[in-house]
């Protein structure tokens, strides 16, 4: 079975500052990930997505992520984290088998900003 | 993507008592997914709702529990039975716009069982 790991449970940036988050991920074929956003009292936002081809991909609000098959890494980046940004972050893996469309989810990072 | 809506947001609850939780889809799909998220932890796949068809539910979910409805492609409906303090969660529902296995999430309902 597939299975997500975020290292980080918590982690504290100034503003203005640049943001990696980690994400590993278990897997026997190629996945499917994605990179979601959780404000407080919100739902989830989706800011990017893997399936194939460029390994860096771009999302909204200006993120990006890489996927290094190497590491079975799906690490999410931004440049200049801004006040906004603060909230809960979810990586997820995706079965690939059609019919069979499952989201396992990481336990989450959750981003506090300062100023 | 499409645009999902919850009822109710938020609830308080008494022990023993039922809530039904709706979720509304404004374009037809035909995967639809109901995800408990309890507090401070990530989030659990309940069981996906297909149109048409009984509800697969996850391990350690049981129909009893959680009935759901799935009427149309628009419409699914989750209840949370005979409610316990443990149920107090975040519960949210998904739908699978069938591009690439990619969920887009509902705003999700805060309930508080007392």
């Known amino acids: 079975a597939q299975s997500v790991t975020q290292p980080d449970i918590h982690i504290t940036v100034s503003e203005g500052a640049s943001l990696e988050l980690r994400c590993n991920y278990s897997?026997?074929?190629?996945?499917?990930l994605f990179w979601y956003v959780q404000s407080p009292g919100q739902g989830l936002q989706l800011l990017l997505k893997?399936?194939?081809?460029?390994?860096l991909v771009q999302g909204i609000k200006g993120f990006e992520a890489e996927f290094k098959r190497s590491q079975s890494s799906f690490n999410l980046r931004k440049p200049s984290v801004h006040w906004s940004d603060a909230a809960e972050y979810f990586c997820a893996v995706g079965l690939t088998n059609f019919g069979n469309e499952k989201l396992t989810f990481g336990t989450g990072t959750r981003l506090t900003i300062i100023p | 993507s499409a645009v999902i809506s919850q009822k109710p947001s938020r609830d308080i609850c008494q022990r023993g008592t039922s809530l039904t939780i709706q979720c509304q889809v404004d374009s037809q799909v035909t995967m639809m997914f109901w995800y408990r998220q309890q507090p401070g932890q990530s989030l659990t796949l309940i069981a996906t709702a297909n149109q048409g068809s009984e509800a697969t539910y996850e391990s350690g979910f049981v129909i009893d529990k959680f009935p759901i409805s799935r009427p149309n492609l628009t419409f699914s409906t989750l209840t949370v039975s005979n409610m316990s303090p443990e149920d107090s969660s975040i519960y949210l529902c998904s739908v699978d716009e069938g591009v690439l296995d990619t969920q887009y999430f509902g705003p999700g309902t805060r309930l508080t069982v007392l």
């Open positions: 897997y026997g074929a190629t996945p499917y």
């Open positions: 893997y399936f194939s081809g460029d390994t």
